[in-house]
């Protein structure tokens, strides 16, 4: 069936430096894309979205990009920092569903060290 | 304002013991959805519901029952519990409104079944 999963399991950085995590998606039919952090302990925490007519949108320290050609979707975290470390989750919706039927990715894990 | 609230936040069953895990918002909100999240895996879509009355099947939904007589409860009843569904489980909601509203997620049941 249509999944949507990630490359890297755990991604370590240092505090400071810029973090990419990578999302890799299947189903063609996608017309919505958000990243989710979930902290230890927390359920998952809206960060960002993006809209499949788009490749690029910012918030405030995150940016995520939007491959359709390659299906490939990703969030960039500018000057990570320790409390960034959490498991980040992409999850995507089909064009005609709701937001009750999100499909979510398998997670990767950012650690931040000071 | 409190958002999704659940609970128990933990439980212990033994296999074939019932139980219903409670989950309530206090958004207004028209859509909720059960989700379970397993190690390595990411969260699953157990069922859903778009309004008061209206439920339906998510991706993994044998073994639990749901009901939505209100908008702001959505319990979810295992009825005969089993080893296999040991999990931690989150419940959603989002507003129906709002085109593209990310999911709000309680801090979710860690159920353990033995």
């Known amino acids: 069936g249509e999944s949507v999963g990630l490359h890297l399991p755990t991604l370590s950085v240092q505090e400071g430096d810029n973090s990419i995590i990578n999302c890799a998606y299947s189903n063609s039919a996608s017309d919505y894309f958000i990243w989710y952090k979930q902290e230890s302990g927390k359920g998952p925490q809206f960060i960002i979205d993006?809209?499949?007519?788009?490749d690029k949108r910012q918030g405030q320290r995150v940016t995520v990009l939007l491959n359709k050609t390659v299906k490939h979707l990703s969030l960039q975290i500018a000057a990570t920092q320790p409390g960034d470390s959490a498991v980040y989750f992409c999850?995507?919706?089909?064009?005609?569903?709701?937001?009750?039927?999100?499909?979510f990715g398998t997670g990767t894990r950012l650690l931040v060290s000071p | 304002n409190a958002g999704v609230t659940q609970t128990p936040k933990f439980q212990v069953l033994k296999t074939g013991q019932s139980m219903t895990l409670q989950c309530a918002q206090d958004m207004n909100h028209e859509y909720m959805s059960w989700y379970r999240q397993d190690p390595g895996m990411g969260l699953r879509l157990i069922h859903y519901?778009?309004?008061?009355?209206?439920?339906d099947q998510g991706e993994v939904p044998n073994g639990y029952n749901v009901s939505r007589s209100t908008t702001e409860d959505f319990p979810l009843r295992l009825l005969s519990a089993a080893p296999s569904q040991t999990s931690v489980y989150f419940c959603a909601s989002s507003s129906a409104e709002v085109y593209n509203s990310p999911l709000h997620f309680g801090n979710g049941t860690r159920l353990t079944v033995t």
């Open positions: 999850a995507e919706k089909s064009r005609g569903t709701g937001f009750q039927k999100l499909v």
């Open positions: 993006i809209r499949s007519n788009m």
């Open positions: 519901s778009v309004g008061a009355g209206i439920t």
